[in-house]
Antibody, heavy 122, light 108 residues
Framework: EVQLVESGGGLVQPGGSLRLSCAVSGFPVSSNFLTWVRQAPRKGLEWVSIIYSGGSTYDADSVKGRFTVSRDTSKNTVYLQMNSLRGEDTAVYYC????????????????WGQGTLVTVSS | DIQLTQSPSALSASVGDRVTITCRASQSIDIYLNWYQQKPGKAPKLLIYAASRLQSGVPSRFSGSGSGTDFTLTISSLQPEDFATYYCQQSYSTVSFTFGPGTKVDFK
């Protein structure tokens, strides 16, 4: 059974740091694309970061230079290191797999975690 | 960057109603458009990918259509469990994973 379980959220002051974890079971993170998607309170979905199977990463402009996505293949876990946090980073952060229909270039988010809440406030 | 708009932003409907939600892209994205359903306090769930392909396990009352810049999600007969917020999302760009702003479907 596929499961993605996020942890590490909490209350942090502006300018502070936090590291989120996404523990994956059911497929290897080493051969899949894993992303972070966030949702501010009562707002829509915003893609944040992706780590590709080869290890390369890409971030949304809103977090570039402040957030870093990484993985530990031995723990089958993906991380999101968040630095220089701002009030507008307050959101539920979801870990999701970016997958494709076999033999095609049709991509989609197929598995999601339950989310972890990050609150940036003094 | 590719922008997505959805209409309406919210709608009220009754069980059994036919519901249609529209998503428009700022440029042609061929069929690279996905639809998700999200219920309060829950993660989004994939309904439709590639504009019209039903994800495994999703009821057949959900359908999608469109290509280029204009897409629709249709629920043929609204069920109580369908009251939720629906998001479109483009997969045309490989460096940006834009979502639409969402359409909330609630009880009339």
């Amino acid at each position: 059974e596929v499961q993605l379980v996020e942890s590490g959220g909490g209350l942090v002051q502006p300018g502070g740091s936090l590291r989120l974890s996404c523990a994956v079971s059911g497929f290897p993170v080493s051969s899949n694309f894993l992303t972070w998607v966030r949702q501010a309170p009562r707002k829509g979905l915003e893609w944040v970061s992706i780590i590709y199977s080869g290890g390369s990463t890409y971030d949304a402009d809103s977090v570039k230079g402040r957030f870093t996505v990484s993985r530990d293949t031995s723990k089958n876990t993906v991380y999101l290191q968040m630095n220089s946090l701002r009030g507008e980073d307050t959101a539920v952060y979801y870990c999701a797999r970016w997958n494709y229909y076999e033999g095609t270039d049709l991509y989609y988010f197929d598995y999601w975690g339950q989310g972890t809440l990050v609150t940036v406030s003094s | 960057d590719i922008q997505l708009t959805q209409s309406p932003s919210a709608l009220s409907a009754s069980v059994g109603d036919r519901v249609t939600i529209t998503c428009r892209a700022s440029q042609s994205i061929d069929i690279y458009l996905n639809w998700y359903q999200q219920k309060p306090g829950k993660a989004p769930k994939l309904l439709i990918y590639a504009a019209s392909r039903l994800q495994s396990g999703v009821p057949s009352r959900f359908s999608g259509s469109g290509s280029g810049t204009d897409f629709t999600l249709t629920i043929s007969s609204l069920q109580p469990e369908d009251f939720a917020t629906y998001y479109c999302q483009q997969s045309y760009s490989t460096v940006s994973f834009t979502f639409g702003p969402g359409t909330k479907v609630d009880f009339k």
